[in-house]
Nanobody, 122 residues
Framework: QVQLVESGGGLVQPGGSLRLSCAAS????????MRWYRQAPGKQRELVAA???????SYRDSVKGRFTISRDNPMNTMYLQMTDLKPEDTAVYYC????????????????WGQGTQVTVSS
């Protein structure tokens, strides 16, 4: 079945950088919009950045100019390059994608990864 797997999280000092990856696996016909969300302890999950199939992008205001979302369509992979990280960026980061499986009878659905922890601390 279709799965999303994130990687690249970790502990970084303020001002540092990290690159998150989200790889889709399984029998896939097409991947449409892809998104990064994050959820800090005690807070609601929030949308960080989004990218369409044609690579149009959008960002929440607090990460504009610091984060860059991109995708590699042939590799079914999405990235989030994070620079100038701040303590308030600390959260579990989740990838999300609208995917049409390539199996007979497949239905376009929303898929989520398991999350990767990003901690920004000195």
């Amino acid at each position: 079945q279709v799965q999303l797997v994130e990687s690249g999280g970790g502990l970084v000092q303020p001002g540092g950088s990290l690159r998150l990856s989200c790889a889709a696996s399984g029998i896939i016909f097409s991947i449409y919009d892809m998104r990064w969300y994050r959820q800090a302890p005690g807070k609601q999950r929030e949308l960080v950045a989004a990218i369409t199939e044609s690579s149009s992008t959008s960002y929440r205001d607090s990460v504009k100019g610091r984060f860059t979302i991109s995708r590699d369509n042939p590799m079914n992979t999405m990235y989030l390059q994070m620079t100038d990280l701040k303590p308030e960026d600390t959260a579990v980061y989740y990838c999300n994608a609208e995917i049409l499986p390539g199996t007979i009878g497949g239905v376009k659905s929303d898929y989520w990864g398991q999350g990767t922890q990003v901690t920004v601390s000195s």
